[in-house]
């Protein structure tokens, strides 16, 4: 007998992170949402789609994400498609532990027995020296890869600007080796002719990957771009459906960096990966919250042949990732990588009761505004 969705919960959480638990008449599945700062409107738009859910089996994933997905007349953007992604990713999980196996098997099977992972070298605030030794510690920690930052903000950047950014990129390969890679995130932060200019100077470095190099806005100007540089461009955590990736799929991307919590959940991240493919782009999923997503990320990244990389921060979070759940040993990283996971469904066990003691009314992380120096507004 199908089992039957009997309810869906939200938790928000500190640091900042939305939890939801679908429970069925004997088995619950748990999901993570993405948008971040806006955790209240994914929570409103949550108890919206479980009006539709409640009563219905649980079993019928790919339904009931075509009816959250495309049954408003307004759809796709950063909330629906978060609110979605949790719901979905618990489903998988509920489907997972029905027939007592992973959720990678439901996706085919798994494709590799590890799964390479990176984690932060710092958030573009520090000096040379002090990425160079952020650099160091992952690479104590098991990392062979690692991605650093631009603190810059948006506008054209001074030949100091420059020179700061090309010395904490070579301090970090000076730390790392050559048989290590690194990559740096722009975050959108620099107008296309800055980025040129960086980009020339930071090829001796050899960076893995330049990550949002371009604001999303202007995925149309991505294949000018990597056609200017020896470094492979990626993008993609600010896409939301594969609607929006194949804007940018066939520019001339090397990487596609989707997020499983903001890009429709596991049923459509597997459709993206599936549509990169065909155009010979890698998969490095996008990570920058909590347990149950990177979970979830992972079993796409078992069950998936153009997956590269996978993002998986350390110490950002302090304790938090222990505090929720009851088996944090699966995201131990050996040798540059993270075991498949065995355990059924998203392969986690969830502390309820700690994520029920946690759990908040008021988001924990507020909008932040930055400006530049002249008081205008600047990017994030």
């Given at each position: 007998?199908?089992?039957?969705?009997?309810?869906?919960?939200?938790f928000?959480?500190?640091p900042?992170?939305?939890?939801?638990?679908?429970?069925?008449?004997?088995?619950?599945?748990?999901?993570?949402?993405?948008?971040?700062?806006h955790?209240?409107?994914?929570?409103g738009?949550i108890?919206?789609?479980?009006?539709?859910l409640?009563?219905?089996?649980?079993h019928?994933i790919?339904?009931?994400?075509?009816?959250?997905?495309?049954?408003?007349f307004?759809r796709?953007?950063?909330?629906?498609?978060?609110?979605?992604a949790?719901?979905?990713?618990a489903?998988?999980?509920?489907a997972?532990q029905v027939?007592?196996?992973?959720?990678?098997d439901?996706?085919?099977?798994?494709?590799r027995?590890r799964?390479?992972v990176?984690?932060?070298a710092g958030?573009?605030?520090?000096?040379?020296?002090e990425v160079?030794?952020?650099?160091a510690g992952?690479?104590?920690?098991?990392?062979d890869?690692?991605k650093?930052?631009l603190?810059?903000?948006?506008?054209?950047?001074t030949?100091r600007?420059?020179?700061?950014i090309?010395?904490?990129?070579?301090?970090?390969?000076?730390?790392?080796?050559p048989?290590?890679?690194f990559?740096i995130?722009?975050?959108?932060?620099?107008q296309?002719?800055?980025?040129r200019?960086?980009?020339?100077a930071?090829?001796?470095?050899r960076?893995?990957?330049a990550?949002?190099a371009?604001?999303p806005?202007?995925?149309?100007?991505?294949?000018?771009?990597?056609?200017?540089?020896?470094?492979?461009?990626?993008?993609?955590?600010?896409?939301?459906?594969?609607?929006?990736v194949?804007?940018?799929i066939?520019?001339?991307?090397?990487?596609?960096?989707?997020?499983?919590a903001?890009?429709?959940g596991?049923?459509?991240?597997?459709?993206?990966?599936?549509?990169?493919e065909a155009?010979?782009v890698?998969i490095?999923p996008?990570?920058?919250?909590?347990p149950?997503?990177?979970?979830?990320?992972?079993q796409?990244c078992?069950?998936t042949?153009?997956?590269?990389?996978?993002?998986?921060?350390?110490?950002w979070?302090?304790g938090?990732?222990?505090?929720?759940i009851?088996?944090?040993?699966?995201?131990?990283?050996?040798d540059?990588?993270v075991a498949?996971?065995p355990?059924?469904?998203l392969g986690?066990?969830?502390?309820?009761?700690?994520?029920?003691?946690?759990?908040?009314?008021?988001?924990?992380r507020?909008?932040?505004?930055?400006?530049?120096?002249?008081?205008?507004?600047?990017?994030?």
């Amino acid at each position: 007998m199908p089992l039957t969705i009997r309810s869906i919960e939200t938790f928000m959480v500190p640091p900042g992170w939305t939890f939801v638990r679908v429970r069925t008449d004997d088995i619950d599945g748990w999901g993570e949402s993405g948008a971040d700062i806006h955790a209240p409107a994914v929570v409103g738009a949550i108890e919206q789609l479980a009006e539709l859910l409640v009563g219905k089996p649980a079993h019928t994933i790919e339904d009931h994400w075509q009816l959250m997905m495309k049954g408003g007349f307004y759809r796709g953007g950063p909330v629906l498609c978060s609110a979605v992604a949790a719901i979905d990713e618990a489903l998988w999980d509920i489907a997972g532990q029905v027939h007592g196996v992973p959720a990678y098997d439901l996706l085919g099977g798994p494709v590799r027995e590890r799964m390479r992972v990176y984690g932060w070298a710092g958030d573009g605030m520090d000096s040379p020296e002090e990425v160079g030794e952020i650099a160091a510690g992952l690479v104590a920690k098991g990392f062979d890869a690692m991605k650093t930052s631009l603190s810059v903000q948006r506008g054209m950047l001074t030949a100091r600007d420059i020179d700061v950014i090309v010395a904490c990129a070579q301090a970090v390969r000076d730390t790392i080796g050559p048989e290590r890679d690194f990559g740096i995130d722009f975050h959108g932060r620099c107008q296309r002719p800055a980025v040129r200019r960086l980009l020339a100077a930071l090829e001796p470095t050899r960076p893995f990957f330049a990550e949002e190099a371009l604001l999303p806005e202007y995925s149309a100007d991505f294949g000018q771009l990597a056609m200017a540089t020896t470094i492979p461009i990626a993008t993609g955590e600010r896409l939301h459906s594969r609607w929006e990736v194949k804007q940018v799929i066939g520019t001339g991307i090397s990487i596609l960096q989707p997020d499983v919590a903001q890009a429709g959940g596991i049923s459509e991240m597997r459709r993206i990966c599936a549509l990169a493919e065909a155009y010979d782009v890698r998969i490095a999923p996008h990570h920058a919250i909590g347990p149950i997503a990177l979970a979830a990320s992972l079993q796409l990244c078992f069950a998936t042949p153009n997956m590269l990389v996978q993002e998986r921060d350390v110490d950002w979070w302090g304790g938090l990732f222990e505090r929720y759940i009851e088996n944090p040993e699966i995201f131990a990283i050996t040798d540059g990588h993270v075991a498949r996971p065995p355990g059924p469904g998203l392969g986690i066990v969830v502390n309820e009761n700690e994520v029920r003691k946690s759990a908040v009314t008021e988001p924990v992380r507020r909008l932040e505004r930055n400006r530049q120096a002249d008081g205008s507004f600047a990017e994030w």
